[in-house]
């Protein structure tokens, strides 16, 4: 038996007022810089198109040069592309046709040079038409392995070379690929791996009565000689529905395997069907314990298509507001760490939440939410601070770097803490780099980058930090790097107060953001920006951006094609969480069974961004 | 009237331990859920009524009236009996802990130390028997760690006995209460107490080394299968462990159920109160460690027995010998 939802939604663009210009394409790339042109000295024809666009540079490659392009861009001294951020790929089929390319699938790469900060978007149109199938970049960059797999899983393209080319968020069996345009949001038949019908069920249900139990399907390169454990989706530390099949040696880990998607929702989906401006709620759900950093993250992205230019005091507010969340997010990756390596009984979990409630406190001053807070939106923020807000966070940015100290004498002054993690997760610079790994990850393993620093966006060119850096590259670096990390960002609590200017908190951009509420009882142009954007939601002139902040986690990335608009034609999510989760399987290798609850707290992973 | 004496007057004595037991048991998961609490910036159960007073009767209700859920490639009879073994122990090895002047809990043998260590040593087999027996792997490795850890760390705490029995001189508990001891002897032993409390923590599977039931790593550790009356029963048994083991350390370093200085030594029924009274000190320990020390990983809480403890153990006893032989 099928079970379908009522409700079937065929992909449809909005009412635009019947504009014959949507759906457009993105349009490639024009001019050049000093990197494109050695791409295009080097590949000649292979390169299609490369050039800027939005400020973002970019390379259309044939497939059959892929593969090469990124050997020659992460090898080449003058390019040194070391990392591979992020893999995505959009479905054409409902875009008109391109003059020069008329591909159906697209992936597209982010590429990352940390030596000389710079960053680059490859795009490659897949070969194959309904069933493309593009060569893997697993072998040149590792930190591919899992966003193809994710590609492959959710929008079915293939990749030809990769080493493990299997589902990862859905299940197995499932019959589509719901990225795909032609897939309806909602009515599509959901196939329940058991159905009452099915002659199956009298075997596996037995299992619940006396009978012969059986045994699951094992992860590839699995021994069933040793003991074999299921770590999760339920258990105490896996942070969530996180499913680790464990091979074990007594208590050696022998090889681990994560299973994914128990929390997938479809985040991605439902962004392409709802407009621009109603998909900020959506985020906060994801890394639903830094809800203002994927707001700023999606926001920031979309401001970039529509460039629009944000007021000095609604990017202040951002910064207050992102570094805020980085604490309150550290705070409560430091209590669920010293729980998972410690114990409940271990206080130490109840006063970090304790400041963290502080913060929370904050959140729901200036936004009336505390967890799901959707405060920036596009064009500005929601609302003005509150009078009472400044006096508030000036008592909590006095208050914490004596709580901070607390913490360290409890934990980093006692040996039995430090010899639990030290030497635990070792993943040196290159691996780290290799991995596509962001955030404390990569500084932990001693690579300095920081987007703030690095790639500034929301004003923190203005701010005076420092970015800490550990090369040890264990949990316990990782761990004196966000104890740091959350002084640093009261420092830049501190500068932002202190500087904090008057002005607008929102563009007043009228495509962009709402009129105020008095304007429309004197403005006949103000009513009409108030009902168009309310009724068709604001349009994002065609075009791709990829935009990644510094989320506590890592780099939150997010990739929104245009198609001109109000509703995002692709949208994708780079979480710093699932690209930092692949690490797991090297990371506990060799060690064993309590370290991988360590290296799982280290990498701090929140599952609803790993699955989204 | 010889039946009196040997019959009846023990089975009230061992029943009015018990309740005692039980009692102290039901209120020792109150006071510890309150102190933790306390440490933890929290309050506490305060619901079941006044200051959660309740608590433990309500929790006992529920614990009783659980569905009876048993695994089926459990060894049936194995897992039945085991909570039943881990609980035996902590009970019986209360029979030699002298209570009052004269009065030991149910016999004043003089084999009181040997005691000791034969039921400490059969308290691992309670969970030994429940992490094999309930066919998970979760509870076998969480049996695997308690017996290694368990043994490992009766080493040490049976060469500590063995030095106090020195200084003592006989095996009876409650001829060591009442000898008195000289001033050096006293801050001797108290010197050791650190290391002996540490030995206890691992014996009891107390935090920092509960690693047999480590709920971030294995769940529940060997009692993952156990649910209801039988899963209390464990939980029983570790409890009346901190208890008994509380009044053991109670009686050899801090003379059991006397006053200092012999203070009021003729009141034979303050005894019990007194001792009592030092036991829930004692106890106020076991929280505090658990409330603020993180925990070892297994391969390191091993490497501290056999490298650090069993060693200065060894070299306590060696001491301890001579200090006898040339002082007493």
């Known amino acids: 038996m099928l079970n379908v939802s009522p409700r079937r939604r065929e992909y449809e663009t909005l009412p635009s007022l019947n504009n014959p210009a949507i759906p457009a394409r993105a349009p490639l790339p024009q001019g050049e810089t000093d990197d494109t042109k050695r791409i295009v000295e080097r590949f000649g024809d292979a390169v299609i198109a490369a050039g800027l666009h939005n400020d973002q540079q970019m390379v259309y490659i044939r497939p059959d040069q892929l593969v090469d392009l990124a050997n020659f861009l992460k090898t080449e001294e003058k390019l040194a592309y070391e990392a591979l951020v992020d893999v995505s790929s959009v479905d054409c089929s409902k875009l008109p046709a391109g003059e020069t390319i008329d591909a159906r699938f697209h992936t597209v790469y982010q590429l990352r040079s940390y030596t000389r900060k710079r960053h680059l978007t490859v795009v490659c149109p897949a070969d194959g038409g309904s069933q493309p199938v593009v060569p893997s970049l697993a072998p040149v960059f590792e930190g591919a392995v899992w966003p193809e797999r994710e590609v492959y899983d959710l929008m079915g393209v293939g990749f030809s070379g990769h080493p493990d080319l299997r589902r990862i968020l859905m299940p197995e069996n499932w019959p ?437 | 009237m010889d039946w009196i004496n040997l019959l009846l007057l023990p089975v009230l004595r061992s029943v009015a331990l018990i309740v005692v037991l039980l009692t102290g048991f039901a209120y020792l998961t109150w006071y510890e859920r309150k102190l933790l609490a306390r440490f933890q910036v929290r309050i506490g159960p305060n619901r079941a009524g006044p200051y959660g007073l309740l608590q433990p009767i309500a929790d006992a209700v529920k614990a009783v009236f659980k569905e009876e859920i048993v695994p089926n490639m459990a060894d049936k009879a194995v897992y039945m009996l085991a909570p039943a073994l881990a609980l035996i122990p902590a009970l019986i090895i209360w029979a030699v802990i002298p209570v009052a002047k004269g009065v030991p809990a149910i016999a004043d043998v003089n084999i009181g130390f040997l005691w000791i260590l034969a039921i400490a040593g059969i308290e691992s087999y309670g969970i030994i028997l429940a992490g094999w027996s309930s066919n998970n792997n979760y509870s076998l490795l969480g049996a695997l760690r308690s017996s290694a850890q368990m043994i490992s760390y009766e080493l040490p705490l049976g060469v500590f006995l063995v030095s106090i029995l020195m200084l003592a001189g006989g095996f009876s508990l409650v001829s060591l209460v009442e000898t008195p001891r000289a001033w050096w002897e006293w801050i001797w032993l108290w010197l050791m107490f650190p290391l002996f409390f540490i030995c206890i923590l691992a014996e009891t599977n107390r935090s920092p080394f509960d690693l047999p039931e480590t709920e971030n790593e294995l769940v529940a550790g060997f009692q993952t299968e156990y649910g209801g009356i039988k899963f209390a029963l464990f939980f029983m048994a570790e409890y009346i462990n901190m208890i008994t083991t509380s009044a053991i350390m109670a009686t050899l370093f801090f003379g059991g159920y006397r006053l200092p200085f012999g203070l009021l030594g003729d009141v034979i029924w303050l005894g019990p109160f007194v001792l009592a009274a030092k036991v829930i000190i004692l106890l106020f320990l076991f929280i505090w460690v658990r409330a603020s020390v993180g925990r070892p990983r297994y391969d390191q809480l091993m490497q501290f027995n056999w490298k650090f403890l069993l060693p200065v153990a060894l070299g306590y006893m060696i001491i301890t010998t001579l200090l006898t032989v040339f002082l007493k």
């Open chain 1, 176 to 612: 589509n690929h719901p990225l795909r345009k032609d897939m309806p949001l909602g009515g599509e038949p959901v196939p329940f791996t058991l159905t009452w019908e099915d002659p199956e069920f009298e075997t596996l249900g037995k299992q619940v009565l006396p009978a012969e139990s059986v045994a699951p399907v094992l992860p590839p390169g699995m021994n069933r000689e040793r003991m074999i454990v299921n770590m999760g989706p339920h258990h105490p530390s896996t942070h969530g529905v996180l499913r680790l099949v464990v091979e074990l040696d007594g208590e050696d880990v022998i090889h681990v395997d994560p299973d994914l998607g128990y929390l997938h929702s479809g985040f991605e989906k439902t962004g392409e069907n709802k407009r621009y401006k109603d998909f900020v709620y959506y985020t906060d759900r994801m890394d639903y314990l830094s809800a203002m950093n994927n707001n700023l993250g999606y926001v920031l992205a979309v401001e970039k298509l529509l460039g629009v230019e944000i007021p000095e005091r609604a990017q202040v507010i951002r910064v207050i507001m992102s570094e805020l969340q980085r604490i309150a997010s550290h705070l409560f990756w430091l209590s669920t760490h010293v729980l998972d390596i410690s114990g409940t009984g271990m206080s130490l979990l109840m006063y970090a939440t304790r400041e963290r409630e502080r913060i929370l406190d904050l959140f729901e001053m200036v936004a009336g939410a505390r967890l799901t807070i959707s405060y920036i939106r596009i064009g500005g923020v929601w609302k003005d601070l509150p009078p009472a807000f400044l006096s508030h966070l000036q008592d909590l940015v006095d208050l914490l770097p004596g709580k901070f100290d607390e913490y360290e004498t409890m934990l980093t002054a006692g040996p039995l803490w430090q010899e639990r993690l030290e030497g635990i997760g070792r993943l040196s610079r290159e691996e780290a780099i290799n991995m596509g790994l962001t955030g404390p990850m990569l500084r932990g393993s001693g690579v300095d980058w920081d987007l703030r620093r690095d790639m500034p966006y929301s004003g923190y060119e203005n701010y005076d930090f420092d970015v800490p850096v550990s090369t040890d590259g264990d949990c316990y670096g990782r761990y004196i790097i966000r104890m740091e990390e959350m002084r640093q960002s009261v420092r830049i609590l501190k500068q932002a107060m202190a500087n904090l200017p008057d002005g607008l908190y929102r563009t007043d951009n009228r495509k962009v953001s709402l009129p105020p509420r008095a304007e429309l009882d004197v403005s006949m142009e103000a009513l009409i920006h108030h009902f168009k954007l309310m009724t068709e939601g604001l349009q994002v002139p065609p075009g791709m951006a990829y935009h990644g902040i510094e989320a506590s986690k890592g780099e939150l990335g997010f990739y929104v094609y245009s198609d001109g608009s109000a509703v995002p034609y692709r949208l994708h999510v780079r979480g710093p969480s699932f690209n930092n989760l692949y690490a797991i399987s090297k990371m506990c290798r060799g060690h064993m069974l309590s370290d991988i609850v360590a290296n799982i707290g280290s990498i701090d992973i929140v599952l609803g961004e790993v699955d989204r």
